[in-house]
């Protein structure tokens, strides 16, 4: 049996490694190469790191283009009525002149850094016209031919699609966004103006709002010159709802309206320290979304979000969710020095110039397409008494049935079914002793789970359902669609995290995870010697999925597990090797297989 997986070229990176490739000897910047393809390439500044040695030379070196990261925002320009400060604002813009760097401007309207004043006013419709129209061509009209772009709204549509409730918009209504548009254009009819939000860089709900939002400020021929996508992405994206195709059909649509459409904001996080597997990971991202915004005549820019790995907005996240000191997810480590993410995004310049590449990046579109074989054997059982075949890898799991399983935590009726055990992970603490062992079978009736996990220190009670992911607990995955490539979750696919706080014995399970609300899962959770098992079923034949086990019938299947330590996960351990980055809850196509065994063949 030979099975192909589309994103498996993760395996060749494990292969060849980062420091098989030649030297990175071109020593053209940055900013010529983007240039030479007239396009920009940013950063995002803060004035108070402009002093610390590196910085501004790094700036002024590799980029063309300036976004200040927070010094055009309501409560600094405008902290109290009328009163408004420049200073900040000044300084950044002079070192963009001096430096011949465009500036972007970010951003004259937004639901965070809004002054008190204002948030907590009680204005009339009128009112809060007034001020917007006071505040807009202040700022505006005082960097008038200066600022050549300005994010005029910056998230107006929250995370259900739906228009954000911010003080702008219940002081005013829908229509602030017209209206402020309006405004900024009066203050300057030469400043090419924005909507930008985050979340919504490919094909999804909160793209499509935002599509249809600016569809009609377009027939309406509000002023309204271009869509910033953020880009605050998290490692491995690419392979997924950011795929080239993604991206491409997004700028695409977008462009079509006639919208110029920047990446404004990029980065990409990912959980603990970054390992040269994760730094390579993130350089194809890096060349990814670079090289589908340039070769795409509607997209005009590249902005990253920082310049230096010691100065992201994710080391000190107000949402503590991202919150990672070690995180590194910028072109330029703490040094400044170049990483690979940057030789990768020069690449794709270079590539457009038919110059030659310095890494193996450059590959075009391919690198989202590659597919590599995973040689299958013949199912062997390695010892006489298992009631199905050894697994292949992280590839494949033989699921005995017809077994019968009580869901009781004792793992007696387990016995002979094969048992995997998974210790490796993208995130790991020093010393890890945390380990995964696993099994499935099936019966009539339900198909059943058993993890039993080695933890020295079962960790919960900390998070609710809401956040279950954050602390101790053992993730199942299934895909019964039948289409394993799918990349989106849909009706048959589920993904069912149970939590370790079961061991409290809670009225109703813990649980949580992607469609799991649809499994009408049942678990139990009881502490072992050295940790705690996890016993859970699902049905086999509900509203949701019909799962049909027969010999050697597949399905797509994927375990992890969540441990912690303390306030938040430090451990995640993944069973496919289709899932470098903790993409699973996003992506099905990266599950492994999981194929029903029938023991009386
Ligand atoms: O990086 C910015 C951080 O320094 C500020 O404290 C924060 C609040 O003003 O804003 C951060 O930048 C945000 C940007 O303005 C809009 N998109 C999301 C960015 C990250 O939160």
Same mark, same amino acid.
């Given at each position: 049996?030979?099975?192909?997986?589309?994103?498996?070229?993760?395996?060749?990176?494990?292969?060849?490694?980062?420091?098989?490739?030649?030297? +990175?000897?071109?020593?053209?910047?940055?900013?010529?190469?983007?240039?030479?393809?007239?396009?920009?390439?940013?950063?995002?500044?803060?004035?108070?790191?402009?002093?610390?040695?590196?910085?501004?030379?790094?700036?002024?070196?590799?980029?063309?283009?300036?976004?200040?990261?927070?010094?055009?925002?309501?409560?600094?320009?405008?902290?109290?009525?009328?009163?408004?400060?420049?200073?900040?604002?000044?300084?950044?813009?002079?070192?963009?002149?001096?430096?011949? !760097?465009?500036?972007?401007?970010?951003?004259?309207?937004?639901?965070?850094? !809004?002054?008190?004043?204002?948030?907590?006013?009680?204005?009339?419709?009128?009112?809060?016209?007034?001020?917007?129209?006071?505040?807009?061509?202040?700022?505006?009209?005082?960097?008038?031919?200066?600022?050549?772009?300005?994010?005029?709204? /910056?998230?107006?549509?929250?995370?259900?699609?739906?228009?954000? +409730?911010?003080?702008? +918009?219940?002081?005013?209504?829908?229509?602030?966004?017209?209206? #402020?548009?309006?405004?900024?254009?009066?203050?300057?009819?030469?400043?090419?103006?924005?909507?930008?939000?985050?979340? $919504?860089?490919?094909?999804?709900?909160?793209?499509? $709002?935002?599509?249809?939002?600016?569809?009609?400020?377009?027939?309406?021929?509000?002023?309204?010159?271009?869509?910033?996508?953020?880009?605050?992405?998290? %490692?491995?994206?690419?392979? /997924?709802?950011?795929?080239?195709?993604?991206?491409?059909?997004?700028?695409?649509?977008?462009?079509?309206?006639?919208?110029?459409?920047?990446?404004?904001?990029?980065?990409?996080?990912?959980? &603990?320290?970054?390992? @040269?597997?994760?730094?390579?990971?993130?350089?194809?991202?890096?060349?990814?979304?670079?090289?589908?915004?340039?070769?795409?005549?509607?997209?005009?820019?590249?902005?990253?979000?920082?310049?230096?790995?010691?100065? *992201?907005?994710?080391?000190?996240?107000?949402?503590?969710?991202?919150?990672?000191?070690? %995180?590194?997810?910028?072109?330029?480590?703490?040094?400044?020095?170049?990483?690979?993410?940057?030789? #990768?995004?020069?690449?794709?310049?270079?590539?457009?110039?038919?110059?030659?590449?310095?890494?193996?990046?450059?590959?075009?579109?391919?690198?989202?397409?590659?597919?590599?074989?995973?040689?299958?054997?013949?199912?062997?059982?390695? @010892?006489?008494?298992?009631?199905?075949?050894?697994?292949? &890898?992280?590839?494949?799991?033989?699921?005995?049935?017809?077994? #019968?399983?009580?869901? @009781?935590?004792?793992?007696?009726?387990?016995? /002979?079914?094969?048992?995997?055990?998974?210790? @490796?992970?993208?995130?790991?603490?020093?010393?890890?002793?945390?380990?995964? *062992?696993?099994?499935?079978?099936?019966?009539?009736?339900?198909?059943?789970?058993?993890?039993?996990?080695?933890?020295?220190?079962?960790?919960?009670?900390?998070?609710?359902?809401?956040?279950?992911?954050?602390?101790?607990?053992?993730?199942?995955?299934?895909?019964?669609?039948?289409?394993?490539?799918?990349?989106?979750?849909?009706?048959?696919?589920?993904?069912?995290?149970?939590?370790?706080?079961?061991? $409290?014995?809670?009225?109703?399970?813990?649980?949580?995870? /992607?469609?799991?609300?649809?499994?009408?899962?049942? $678990?139990?959770?009881?502490?072992?010697?050295?940790?705690?098992?996890?016993?859970?079923?699902?049905?086999?034949? *509900?509203?949701?999925?019909?799962?049909?086990?027969?010999? !050697?019938?597949?399905?797509?299947?994927?375990?992890?597990?969540?441990?912690?330590?303390?306030?938040?996960?430090?451990?995640?351990?993944?069973?496919?090797?289709?899932?470098?980055?903790?993409?699973?809850?996003?992506?099905?196509?990266?599950?492994?297989?999981?194929?029903?065994?029938?023991?009386?063949?």
């Amino acid at each position: 049996m030979l099975f192909r997986h589309r994103f498996s070229y993760v395996l060749f990176l494990f292969i060849f490694g980062w420091a098989s490739l030649p030297a +990175q000897e071109d020593t053209t910047s940055l900013r010529e190469l983007a240039d030479a393809n007239n396009f920009f390439i940013g950063a995002a500044v803060y004035t108070y790191h402009l002093d610390t040695p590196g910085h501004e030379a790094t700036l002024s070196r590799e980029f063309n283009m300036l976004t200040p990261e927070n010094e055009a925002k309501m409560c600094e320009v405008q902290p109290r009525r009328n009163q408004f400060d420049f200073n900040r604002l000044d300084e950044l813009v002079n070192f963009a002149e001096a430096n011949d !760097m465009v500036i972007r401007g970010h951003t004259l309207l937004w639901h965070q850094c !809004m002054p008190e004043w204002f948030a907590n006013g009680d204005f009339s419709r009128e009112e809060a016209i007034g001020i917007m129209r006071d505040h807009i061509m202040t700022v505006v009209g005082r960097y008038k031919g200066r600022i050549r772009y300005w994010d005029v709204v /910056n998230e107006a549509i929250d995370d259900n699609s739906q228009m954000r +409730q911010t003080p702008w +918009q219940q002081f005013i209504g829908d229509d602030y966004v017209e209206i #402020a548009f309006a405004f900024a254009h009066e203050a300057d009819p030469d400043a090419i103006l924005f909507y930008n939000d985050y979340g $919504a860089e490919g094909l999804n709900a909160k793209s499509d $709002a935002i599509y249809a939002m600016v569809s009609d400020l377009v027939e309406r021929d509000v002023p309204i010159h271009g869509v910033g996508l953020q880009g605050h992405f998290t %490692v491995g994206d690419t392979r /997924n709802w950011v795929s080239p195709t993604n991206l491409g059909a997004n700028i695409d649509r977008l462009g079509e309206l006639g919208l110029e459409v920047q990446l404004t904001e990029v980065d990409f996080r990912h959980d &603990g320290d970054a390992s @040269d597997d994760i730094l390579e990971l993130q350089a194809r991202d890096y060349y990814s979304i670079t090289h589908t915004c340039l070769i795409n005549p509607h997209c005009t820019a590249v902005v990253t979000w920082g310049v230096s790995d010691q100065f *992201t907005w994710l080391r000190n996240s107000n949402l503590g969710f991202f919150n990672n000191p070690n %995180v590194e997810p910028l072109l330029f480590d703490e040094e400044y020095d170049a990483k690979p993410a940057y030789h #990768a995004v020069a690449d794709a310049f270079r590539e457009e110039l038919g110059l030659d590449p310095v890494t193996e990046f450059a590959t075009g579109n391919d690198a989202t397409e590659t597919e590599i074989a995973v040689n299958i054997p013949e199912p062997t059982k390695s @010892d006489a008494l298992q009631l199905a075949p050894d697994s292949v &890898g992280g590839a494949v799991y033989y699921a005995a049935f017809p077994i #019968a399983i009580v869901l @009781d935590g004792n793992t007696d009726d387990w016995v /002979n079914i094969p048992r995997v055990t998974v210790t @490796d992970g993208p995130t790991l603490p020093m010393d890890n002793d945390t380990a995964l *062992t696993f099994a499935v079978a099936a019966d009539n009736d339900n198909l059943y789970f058993l993890a039993e996990v080695q933890d020295s220190q079962i960790v919960y009670g900390n998070y609710t359902t809401s956040e279950w992911y954050r602390e101790d607990s053992v993730e199942f995955y299934l895909n019964t669609t039948g289409d394993l490539e799918a990349t989106a979750y849909q009706a048959g696919i589920a993904q069912i995290g149970i939590m370790a706080a079961n061991l $409290a014995q809670p009225e109703s399970l813990l649980y949580g995870g /992607n469609n799991s609300d649809q499994s009408q899962v049942s $678990a139990i959770v009881v502490e072992s010697s050295g940790g705690y098992v996890v016993e859970a079923l699902v049905p086999l034949e *509900t509203g949701f999925w019909s799962i049909k086990p027969a010999h !050697m019938e597949t399905i797509g299947f994927q375990t992890h597990l969540n441990g912690s330590s303390g306030t938040d996960r430090d451990t995640k351990l993944i069973w496919s090797i289709f899932d470098v980055a903790d993409q699973s809850y996003n992506n099905p196509s990266l599950f492994g297989r999981l194929v029903f065994w029938d023991v009386n063949e």
